[in-house]
């Protein structure tokens, strides 16, 4: 029997664990690990609350999790509660799956202004994570800035713009739609160094924008190049740029009927956000692409900025005694090899990129990795214990670990208390989905 710890129950996570099945079949033992009482990571707190459709990709790893050799640990945080040593001791390898859960930086002046958020932690505040329902964003101003030019800029955009009867059959938590429903915004400014086809949008996404009932989408026609060089471009981001031609062609007529703008502000890259007690505006630099690069012109203007949110991409978390890219913002790995029984899959070794579902080949890969290094010997004889070393870990130290059962529960408690037409409502706090458990 061979032995295998996933650290983080996401995406990557549930992929790995299903092809370390399909590779083992009886013959492995996969524990999934999460700080969090409940599993599916990003699915979870990070898919925008209005696309039900993706999250029910969790469908299919309930389907691995509910099998006899793959075990949902839940509420246990590495380095709290065991250390990645005592894991290496207990199994035969283990596997960070734990995303790139940390903003980046702006690295400008002013970016600790109250009112100034990172979109981790942004999206984490409506999605429900426990880590950010505190973050109580004030959204009585009228002009929100959203930093980026990528699919979590547009979700932030169109969450603030929507109104109360657009949220009907999502799950945005309570406290962050009562929020939105008081909320005064009436100009979402969308800015991206670069211009339109450099853009990290996708079709669907940015599609929505034009069937929103309050919102209207501008982009100035001075930004467009010049529409024959759109032959050039790969297919999906062709499509985006026509919908960003489209957006700029819709008349002042139409626009008269919306209370909302979201408008594209391309060629532009963030210098400073000012204001005093508070952020009030944001000083841009106009740029042009050489390249593919944005360069800076010196020319310099000032947006209004009642709220500043920071789409700019994702870190993982460094881990004591693991090696890290601070560069990269991920684990230092050799296709996914990180020392000696030691790996690492989806954003934790790549870094923020791809969908859903680019983990999948990813997962089947490190496994096919690890594979590897047990038929060659790195690894280590068989013989390590596996979860029954943990559950002698638990019992020592009376560590409160929620089984994927007691998910189940939490998930049923979560769908009675859910508003009218929604799937659900989640706890946002740790020790409330605890209690549901019982």
Not at 16 to 37: C, N, S, Y
Not at 80 to 104: H, I, K, M, W
Request: charged fraction near 25%.
């Amino acid at each position: 029997m061979r032995h295998l710890a996933i650290i983080g129950s996401g995406p990557a996570g549930y992929y790995t664990a299903e092809a370390a099945q399909k590779h083992w079949g009886d013959e492995i033992r996969v524990d999934i690990f999460d700080m969090l009482p409940v599993p599916y990571g990003l699915i979870r707190t990070g898919v925008a609350p209005d696309h039900q459709s993706i999250k029910g990709v969790s469908r299919r790893y309930e389907a691995t999790a509910l099998t006899e050799n793959v075990r949902f640990v839940g509420n246990v945080a590495v380095g709290r509660d065991v250390t990645v040593p005592e894991l290496q001791s207990l199994y035969d390898a283990v596997v960070f799956a734990t995303g790139a859960p940390n903003d980046r930086a702006l690295g400008i002046e002013g970016e600790a202004l109250p009112n100034v958020f990172g979109s981790a932690a942004f999206v984490g505040w409506y999605n429900g994570h426990p880590q950010f329902a505190g973050l109580a964003p004030d959204l009585s101003g009228r002009h929100a800035v959203v930093i980026g030019m990528g699919n979590v800029a547009l979700d932030v955009a169109r969450i603030l713009a929507k109104t109360e009867a657009e949220f009907a059959g999502s799950d945005i938590v309570a406290h962050a739609l009562d929020a939105l429903r008081a909320a005064a915004i009436s100009t979402i400014t969308i800015v991206g160094r670069r211009g339109p086809h450099q853009i990290m949008m996708t079709p669907k996404e940015l599609g929505e924008l034009m069937h929103l009932e309050r919102a209207s989408p501008r982009v100035a026609p001075s930004d467009l190049p010049p529409e024959a060089d759109d032959a050039l471009l790969e297919p999906g981001l062709r499509k985006s740029v026509a919908h960003l031609r489209s957006f700029a062609a819709i008349p002042e007529s139409e626009r008269a009927d919306k209370s909302v703008e979201i408008d594209f502000d391309m060629f532009a890259s963030p210098v400073r956000l000012l204001g005093k007690d508070r952020v009030e505006a944001i000083e841009l630099e106009r740029t042009r692409v050489e390249a593919g690069r944005a360069v800076g012109t010196g020319e310099t203007y000032t947006v209004p900025a009642d709220l500043v949110i920071s789409c700019i991409g994702y870190r993982s978390s460094p881990i004591p005694g693991v090696p890290f890219d601070e560069r990269a913002g991920r684990f230092a790995n050799d296709e996914g090899r990180i020392l000696p029984g030691l790996y690492c899959v989806g954003w934790a070794r790549r870094g923020p990129t791809g969908t859903i579902g680019t983990n999948r080949p990813d997962g089947f890969g490190v496994v096919e990795k690890i594979a590897e290094d047990m038929d060659g010997g790195a690894l280590g004889p068989r013989g390590k214990e596996g979860r029954a070393g943990f559950d002698r870990l638990v019992e020592e130290r009376g560590i409160e670990v929620v089984t994927f059962r007691d998910w189940k529960k939490i998930e049923e408690a979560e769908a009675r208390a859910a508003r009218e037409g929604a799937p659900r409502e989640k706890f946002v706090d740790v020790e409330a989905m605890i209690r549901a458990r019982e």
